[in-house]
């Protein structure tokens, strides 16, 4: 079992619906959950984290965690074009150390 | 003024060869890292180094070495280049080494072996 797993897509919604990301881990211990996002060519760069259990809303995203179920999801209210890109979910496990998901990549048609 | 910049961006070289990435980081972070993402995207850690120390040595060729000369560069030399270690290499960093730490990534080095 991979560590952390996500579905590699692509996941194509239209312009302005609700997409929706989900992630799980594998590690109980994991404390620290993070959604990256890397457009094609460039560097990933952090949307947002989430240590709690529950909901976090910023802006259009809104990250959910159930440690219970071990899972982890990113949604994107009123999708738009330019959130095409790939969406890394990463975990933090108790070594300190930062696993990453292989990424869904996310088409948003206009 | 970059936070995370890597150099070279772009790398071709022949197989054999040895070659050397440079990264440095301007946001005062005690923390950086390298990380391997090949062609089907997977983004791997390889070291980690909190204050010129290293803490995270994943089971990497002995071929490659990371080196820290203080707390605001991290190079990665690699000796004897391969086929397979054609990929983009990121550098990041972070404030600490702590669990809740946000990582910062440069903009990759893209290294390609003939």
């Known amino acids: 079992q991979k560590e952390v797993e996500q579905n590699s897509g692509p996941l194509s919604v239209p312009e302005g619906a609700i997409a929706s990301l989900n992630c799980t881990y594998s590690d109980r211990g994991s404390q620290s959950f993070f959604w990256y996002r890397q457009y094609s060519g460039k560097s990933p760069e952090l949307i947002m984290f989430i240590y709690s259990n529950g909901d976090k809303e910023d802006g259009r995203f809104t990250a959910q965690l159930n440690k219970a179920s071990q899972y982890v999801s990113l949604l994107i209210r009123d999708s738009q074009p330019s959130d095409s890109a790939t969406y890394l979910c990463?975990?933090?496990?108790?070594?300190?150390?930062?696993?990453f998901g292989a990424g869904t990549r996310l088409f948003v048609k206009a | 003024d970059t936070a995370v910049s890597q150099t070279p961006k772009y790398l071709v070289t022949q197989m054999g060869n040895d070659k050397s990435i440079k990264c440095e980081q301007n946001l005062g972070h005690d923390t950086m890292y390298w990380y391997k993402q090949d062609s089907k995207k997977f983004l791997k850690i390889m070291f980690s180094?909190?204050?010129?120390?290293?803490?995270i040595n994943e089971t990497v060729p002995n071929r490659f070495s990371p080196k820290s000369p203080d707390k605001a560069h991290l190079n990665l030399h690699i000796n004897s280049l391969e086929l397979g270690d054609s990929a983009v290499y990121f550098c990041a960093s972070s404030q600490g080494a702590g669990v809740q730490e946000t990582q910062y990534f440069g903009p990759g080095t893209r290294l390609l072996v003939l």
């Open positions: 180094y909190n204050n010129k120390e290293l803490i």
């Open positions: 990463a975990v933090n496990t108790p070594g300190f150390k930062t696993i």
